[in-house]
């Protein structure tokens, strides 16, 4: 198997990103991660468990995109994992019942709930019977009791501003759709999906693409596997 020093490279795997990874069986052959992580490690690693693996890894960053391409490409597995400029809450163009996983950790809570209601209807069609789906998605904490946070109740989107590293609010703002467990597991089940497991706990997440920008605090987050 191609070895690659990962640490040399700049990855920083977090703890739900191994478990995600880990869940993946040698005989899931072809996976589809919405929203790339940094520099596509993670489906670097996911290709190299495996080398008769596809995956299919899309994101609406242009500039992660031509990143991920690159890295992709100088570590010679282009042929491998496919990187797209696509955006998840789109139609997807993929057939019925071909994906063996998906890899969705960190990328749900940017959709309204009308777009996950979507975006969860097309995992469910693209997944194969017995096909697995690893979610990791944002759990409403302090980022949504934070001072001038607008919430519109008809897409349940949180618009809050971002406070830099000495906890001063910043000017940025970002629009997300924070969870319950109840919320995320009714969307799920809406969709068809059984729920394997449901968890939450606090993990350090990164403000930009190359994670070299901790969010301030921990942020509280909720872990499923669900199957179809
Ligand atoms: C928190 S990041 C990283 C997620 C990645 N799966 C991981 O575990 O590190 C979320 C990514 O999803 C991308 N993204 C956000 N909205 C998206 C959408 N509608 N379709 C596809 N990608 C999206 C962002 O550009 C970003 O690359």
């Given at each position: 198997m191609q070895e690659i020093d990962f640490r040399e490279l700049g990855a920083k795997f977090s703890p739900s990103e191994k478990r995600g990874i880990g869940?993946?069986?040698?005989?899931?052959?072809l996976i589809f991660c919405p929203g790339i992580s940094t520099c596509g490690f993670a489906e670097i690693k996911m290709a190299l468990q495996n080398k008769k693996r596809q995956i299919i890894a899309t994101t609406i960053d242009t500039e992660g995109f031509k990143k991920t391409k690159k890295i992709t490409k100088q570590l010679n597995l282009s042929n491998r994992i496919t990187v797209k400029n696509e955006d998840?809450?789109?139609?997807?163009?993929y057939h019925d019942k071909c994906f063996d996983f998906i890899y969705a950790r960190l990328?749900?809570?940017?959709?309204s709930k009308q777009e996950l209601d979507k975006t969860l209807k097309e995992f469910y069609r693209i997944l194969k019977p017995g096909g697995r789906v690893f979610i990791v998605v944002r759990k409403k904490d302090w980022e949504a009791n934070t001072p001038n946070i607008e919430y519109n109740?008809?897409?349940k989107m949180i618009t809050y501003q971002l406070f830099d590293s000495n906890m001063k609010l910043t000017p940025k703002k970002v629009s997300r759709y924070l969870h319950t467990n109840d919320s995320i597991s009714n969307h799920i089940k809406t969709a068809g999906f059984g729920i394997k497991y449901i968890k939450e706990y606090k993990e350090q997440l990164f403000r930009d693409y190359l994670r070299t920008s901790p969010a301030p605090k921990l942020s509280s987050v909720i872990e499923l596997l669900v199957s179809k």
């Open positions: 869940l993946i069986k040698d005989t899931d052959l998840v809450a789109q139609p997807m163009p990328i749900l809570h940017y959709l109740a008809n897409t």
